[in-house]
């Protein structure tokens, strides 16, 4: 069973992480391994409603985040938010290049929606939920990273708070501002 | 977008946000600067703020939270060993078998866990159980399943080693006909599958794997449906939240509708599509040739958006594509091609008419051509219909009518008709080379049963032995041919078996050929060990596994193997007792146990044990006596209620209890008679009645009643000789009289009427004399009934 227990990317993963950055490609799996339920739940939500319409796997998404969180030397991520945050970060590019591409080979592709497994919650087209996020960056880049860690990566307000060294009433009210400025983009979109 | 102006409105917001809720407007007014634009765009967003909330939800919902969940270590035998793929839906496990019986793998999926009321659970188990009966080999067999004690639903499958079929065909840039091939394989699974009333739901490449052989084995039948059932039992989800593939589903499943046959057609077609130019390789065109147009054409057909534009079934669509394999014209092309032709009058009316003269010819014989065309359509469409039905009719003849008839008093006429039609629908099935797998099973067991309902010894039949000889014979050969075609079937396996056990019973019971009945008997144990090898459902071998029991220890006693006949009835009893509780209530159920102590008695009379013997027969008659007692003028618990008040009664006379056999054997005799007033043609219960008064004179003469036994058996022996003389084809005829005379020497005897006696059992001797010449005299004969008459003549008459 490979189900492993949640574990913190301190310690033992933190030596990982720098021996993978070192060269040494067997830490992939090991940080995959200490990860690998996150991940996929982080893949699960990312790929929900009729994404699997591209026909990618939860896992296949969650391995493909892996191989390119892993890539991603130089500014490896230094904490375990920053690097769920980063694997959702990924695993979103992934699913929109994933998207184009599907779109590109057949141009009458309807949009791809993502809804949230709760069958009342509305559907979002995942293109124009990312055009929103990307027109969010340009406005407030802090906002759109808070964006990533609590609606992608599904991070508590406890631990964004925790790394951002805010008080958690102000990521609260923020993820609230920037919420309510992409929920306005989408439907003028 | 004007950065500057957006993020004033998000400082605001932010601001505004930070307020208690009935500040914010006037905090909004009068931080906003007089920019009123500002100040309404932010005004609007804390309007929508509480819906973004429903649109950017952060908390999981609680089906996502189920999601999460830990499988159990552990489902029945199986302990699950690694994650294999997850979906929307599922996750599947790697299941394996570790309680050392044999090694198996299985897949196991866990459907996402909802909560499921009893309804739902009922019916979830219902479905699966419709499901797991689905056998052919291109499905993978559903095993097992349940709920698990966190409510999940899992279903427990056959483990396939494959790729998607999408990825086979492109990795090996399978040519269009090995695609038409495979595709054929996938078609062949749905239509099985649809003969049992069952749609896939969720055809696509995800859910077809090819093993390295080369065979495609489609996944997950019925789940789709059984999901959505069960969820709409529930009420948790609504109507029309059947699981979707998007690009695979029909208009009509993309509304919401209950898959069915219709939606797997339509999901074959782009599955034909999707292989097809996964094979031409990523990017590059299908190759766009007159042959290519055709088989683009049969897809159209299938994807049809319209369901009655379709193909009506998925014969149809597989009869195009074979077509299309022998460069025969394909159907979905004659629609297509006449709107080519008015498509091309439409678009240019001058060039037409300018060109008419020159081509009057071609467009006249186009306009014939369409038309055969569509007649040759219509004429398939109705051959097809009429191979349903022929197929239907074999079924409902052999099975649902004959049954009916078999309890319905006088039918012989109409039993001997409707086995007569079935045998001609049946040798026209049988001729159909290009049958799948399922309709050859199903052909074998149609003869199988033809063969019992003309002759099957020890039941109602219509005594046409060598009729049912033929259809014996021609179901094993059957059976042997599909097992070699398909050795990895147990469906085929497990019809040889059934067919070498029945021809074992033949050769035994009718025939009293124990060497060819041992031979046919050891081979059956063979067939039926390979199907459980390759995977026949536990049931279907353990009932099959009880019945040849009964059969081998028939066959044991015949030849004088008795300890071992004992053995193997109480081997069949053991087996039964395994059996699911409905089984074992059912008629037949209870018939069979019924038998399995008989075998076990007869085994102890044989061997002098009065007690064992006496037991089982008494075990026998309160099952049988409980049939009639509820079932009235049933033939079939009649009949065997008279035997088993036979096999009683001679028992209690052999055992010194002449009393109560008269008594046991009257009534014996009394429910033969019954039947032969219920049907006069009824040659079974004549025969039985025949045997009961042997045994009731018998009886009599223990009792000391000397004058009526001698009556008795006298007009028996007279009856008998009549049988015989009728009937000279009839080796069973003969050693019945040889019996009845010898039994009638031995009353004569002891009565003291020696000579007499002397001279019956002369004449028992020359009979048997005759059975053994033609080869049919059998252990029992020679251990027992020639053996004690021999004795009984030497003690009389030196």
Known sequence: MSIAAEAPIGGHTASLWRRYASGDRRAVDALLNAHYDEFRRIARRVLNGDAVRLRIQPTDLAHEAAIRVMNARGDGPDGRTHFLALAAKVMRQTLIDEVRRARAKKREMPPVLTGWMDPKAPALDIEALDVALTRLEMVDAELATLVERRFFAGLSIEEIAAESKESASTVKRRWRVARAWLANELKSA | MDVARERRILELLDGALGRPAEERLSWVAAN?????????????????????RSLLPTERSAAEAEMEFVPPERVGAYRLSGLLGEGGMSRVYLGERDDGLFE??????????????????????TERRALAKLRHPNIATLIDGGIDATGSPYLVMEFVVGVPIDRY?????????????????????????????????DIKPANILVDPEGRARLLDFGVAQMLGDAGAATGSIGEGAYPVTTAYASPQRMQGARPSVGDDIYALGILLRAMRSAAAGVGAPVASSDRERALDAVCAMATASEATARYAGVDALMGDVQRWLARRPVAAMSPDWRSHVSAFIGRHPLAVLAASLAVAGLIATSAVMTGLYAEARRERALAENRFEQVRGLAKYLLFDLYDHLDRTPQSLRLRQDVARRGQAYLDNLARDAAASDALHVETIEGFLRLAAVQGAPGKSNLGDLVAARSNLAKSVELARALVARRPGAPQAWLALARALSLASDFAENADHDVIVGERDWLASQDALAKAQRVGAATPTVQSLAVETAIVGASLRGWQGRYAEESALGQQALDGWRALPPVV?????????????????????YYRGDAIGAERGYREQTSLTDALVGGAGNDPIALRAAARADWELGTTLIEFGKPALATATLAAGARLAQHLIDLDSEDSDALRDLRILRLAQAQALAANHRYLAAIALMSSQVAEREAFARSHPDQVQALRDLAVGRAALGDILASANRKYEACRAYAMAKTDFGEVSRRGRLTGVDVTYAVKQMVEHQHATCH
């Open chain 2, 32 to 52: 906003a600067a007089g920019d009123q634009d500002v100040a309404s765009a932010v005004i609007a967003l804390l309007d929508r703020e509480d819906s973004a």
């Open chain 2, 104 to 125: 198996h793998q299985v897949a196991v999926k866990f459907m996402r866990p909802t909560y499921l009321d009893q309804r739902a659970r009922d019916l979830f188990d």
């Open chain 2, 169 to 201: 065909v492109a990795d090996r840039r399978l040519s269009s006909e090995s695609v038409a091939r495979l595709f054929l394989q996938v078609c062949d699974a749905a239509r099985a599958a649809h003969q049992s009333l069952i749609a896939h739901g």
């Open chain 2, 584 to 604: 074992k209530a059912s008629e037949m159920g209870r018939l069979t146990a019924a038998r399995a102590w008989s075998l076990v008695a007869e085994g102890a």
